[in-house]
């Protein structure tokens, strides 16, 4: 018995080689893959649509026996507006233009699915699709499947997401590492890539890169710690080698290979920081206090800045930027520095909103870039209490004491 066992390893071993062997370094073929909604693939791949009052002009007709119970949305999707209808009041069904023609007359109707998870938030939310759309001439016709849900069960707001991408397996030296590409800005190609300055890193309007670093057969994301899911960019950095990203615009095929960019570098005067950048060169990470830092020559966005401070008693300080000034958006050129001083000396920013029936104010402590903070500190740690305030007339008398609330 042991000797039929070490032959079947053992066979089991050449193919592993020979397959490894014959795979060819830095390309692969990208498959078609379903993607469920609760996976980490579809973010940065999201667009969001407010009801509107009044029927689209760009809406011809609706279906034939729909109810007086109408929803109007127009979608932005790729380069085109499209119109849908949501009709029901209870039980819901969705009714989208996907052939671009302005006509629902000749479209079926999708009924809503309810789906019990909590990635869109704490509720259930309903799921429309997958959607089939066609873009492009008729000569050159582009496909995407897309799925429609809800913010919760209410159908004021609905979010598109892609339904499907491209994954595949590439070699890199004696590692093989999964990869997957997403259609992110919903144009049935591939390619588009990060290009800051953007309004919301939620919906950066390029496609987005994939690739399973620690080999454990997920591609996780995380916002604020190196991510396996990123927006595309020139060149993904793996240890310390730098690698381009070429992805067929059709997204078939893709190429990563070695190259040495130029750089330029980034110096932050020895401010002790945790940073995450996006950039169209490549990702970057920051820990520490390093001051002359060698990165890729790109524009770069700050996606997280965490500040560490010691006061003279050794305490040490944690501070969480909730705006990044300067380092909001800036460049790296070739062969230069790019200098920026953060943290103390610091100034105090207060705001005030009212509500209905309150005023809501806001502590942020601004930084020598123009870098907010707020007011939820870390000592040691260990998260300080919010700190207390006065309110005075114009006589100077005290009116009111209380203590700033987190969140």
Do not use: H
Not at 2 to 11: D, E, S, W
Not at 137 to 143: G, Y
Not at 238 to 254: F, H, M, P, R
């Amino acid at each position: 018995m042991r000797k039929v066992i070490l032959v079947i390893t053992l066979a089991s071993a050449i193919l592993m080689v020979s397959t490894c062997a014959k795979r060819e370094e830095g390309r692969c073929r990208l498959r078609y893959r379903a993607v469920n909604t609760s996976e980490s693939t579809i973010y940065f791949a999201c667009q969001d649509q407010m009801r509107i009052s009044e029927r689209p002009a760009q809406l011809k007709d609706l279906p034939k026996g729909v109810s007086r119970a109408i929803s109007y949305f127009l979608a932005k999707i790729g380069d085109r507006d499209i119109p849908l209808i949501i009709e029901g009041s209870k039980k819901f069904k969705l009714y989208l233009d996907t052939d671009g023609d302005g006509s629902l007359s000749d479209e079926r109707g999708f009924a809503a699915s309810t789906v019990k998870k909590r990635r869109f938030g704490p509720v259930d939310y309903y799921r429309f699709g997958p959607i089939s759309l066609e873009f492009g001439q008729a000569e050159r016709k582009l496909a995407k499947r897309i799925y429609v849900i809800t913010r919760g069960t209410n159908i004021e707001q609905l979010c598109f997401c892609p339904a499907d991408y491209r994954k595949g397996k590439v070699r890199l030296g004696e590692y093989i590492y999964s990869v997957a590409v997403v259609d992110g800005n919903f144009d049935g190609k591939y390619g588009k890539i990060f290009s800051p300055p953007i309004k919301n890193i939620f919906r950066p309007g390029c496609d987005s890169f994939a690739i399973d670093l620690n080999r454990d057969g997920r591609l996780d994301w995380a916002l604020y710690e190196r991510s396996e899911l990123t927006p595309l960019s020139r060149m993904i950095k793996i240890e310390d080698t730098y690698y381009s990203i070429d992805v067929a615009t059709n997204g078939t095929a893709l190429e990563l290979k070695k190259v040495e960019p130029e750089f330029g570098i980034l110096d932050l005067g020895g401010a002790d920081v945790k940073m995450k950048l996006w950039s169209d060169a490549a990702e970057q990470n920051i820990i520490g206090s390093e001051e002359n830092r060698r990165f890729p020559a790109g524009k770069y966005k700050t996606i997280f800045l965490e500040l560490n401070q010691k006061d003279s008693s050794g305490n040490r300080w944690t501070l969480t930027s909730s705006r990044a000034g300067k380092l909001e958006d800036f460049e790296i050129r070739p062969g230069r520095k790019s200098s920026f001083k953060i943290g103390p000396p610091f100034q105090i920013k207060t705001t005030a909103r009212r509500t209905s029936n309150d005023i809501l104010i806001g502590l942020n402590l601004e930084g020598q870039a123009g870098e907010q903070y707020g007011a939820d500190v870390g000592r040691n740690g260990i998260r300080v209490s919010p700190p207390v305030f006065k309110i005075i007339d114009e006589s100077g008398n005290v009116v009111d004491t209380g203590r700033f609330k987190y969140g």
